[in-house]
């Protein structure tokens, strides 16, 4: 079955602190799809990125970046030099693709992230 | 271009009410979604819609019910509130299913007291 494990319930940094988000997934296709969403304060979901499961090379965007390997089943995702604006909830999700019928996105449980001053 | 509205923003119910949560989208997506936020946990999906007239339960629907008349609305309707329906609502879309990224609207925080 479809599940997506996010082990760190809250991370509390320090402004300008390198800080990485777990994610763990399991399935049993061989093509699925993992996202990354963002909902601050303000309680909306922020898409942040899409990697589908042939694609292994690392993404940079900023001070983003995603780490996926598919031989540990992991999509950890990592801010360099963190900022106060950074503080959100992070989810990590999972969605499996096949010909006909729906594919669900599984949610992680979320990490919390406080950046401080 | 508004993206994925969703109204109202928060409302308080007590038990036994109806009410519907209002979701549009603007952006032609086939796919749309209903799910439900309680604290501290992820998403979990209520009910989903592949085009107009065509819906279907997700994973926690008991309590719930939807329709899909045109493309760009998706209301969720609680027919009689109860507590454990306090949470908060998101509607999503996605032009197609699974591969492609589903766009959330803010939200409706709900409490049933």
């Known amino acids: 079955a479809q599940k997506v494990t996010q082990a760190q319930t809250e991370i509390s940094v320090v402004e300008k602190e390198d800080v990485t988000l777990d994610c763990v997934y399991e399935?049993?296709?061989?093509?699925?799809?993992l996202f990354w969403y963002k909902q601050p304060p303000s309680g909306e979901l922020v898409f942040l990125i899409r990697r589908n499961s042939f694609d292994e090379q690392n993404e940079i965007s900023g001070r983003y970046s995603w780490n996926f390997q598919k031989s540990t089943s992991s999509f950890n995702f990592t801010i360099t030099a963190s900022q106060v604006v950074d503080s959100a909830v992070y989810f990590c999700?999972?969605?499996?693709?096949?010909?006909?019928?729906?594919?669900?996105?599984?949610f992680g449980a979320g990490t919390r992230l406080a950046v401080h001053p | 271009n508004a993206g994925v509205t969703q109204t109202p923003k928060f409302r308080i119910l007590k038990i036994g009410q109806s009410m519907t949560l209002q979701c549009a989208q603007d952006?032609?997506?086939?796919?749309m979604y209903w799910y439900r936020q309680d604290p501290g946990m992820g998403l979990k999906l209520i009910y989903y819609?592949?085009?107009?007239?065509?819906?279907d339960k997700g994973e926690v629907p008991n309590g719930y019910n939807v329709s899909r008349s045109t493309t760009e609305d998706f209301p969720l309707r609680l027919e009689l509130a109860a507590p454990s329906q306090t949470s908060v609502y998101f509607c999503?879309?996605?032009?197609?299913?699974?591969?492609?990224?589903?766009?959330f609207g803010p939200g409706t925080r709900l409490l049933v007291l």
């Open positions: 999503a879309s996605s032009l197609y299913q699974g591969r492609e990224t589903q766009y």
């Open positions: 952006m032609n997506h086939n796919y």
């Open positions: 399935t049993r296709d061989t093509t699925y799809y």
């Open positions: 819609s592949v085009g107009a007239g065509i819906t």
């Open positions: 999700a999972l969605s499996e693709f096949f010909s006909g019928g729906y594919n669900k996105l599984i």
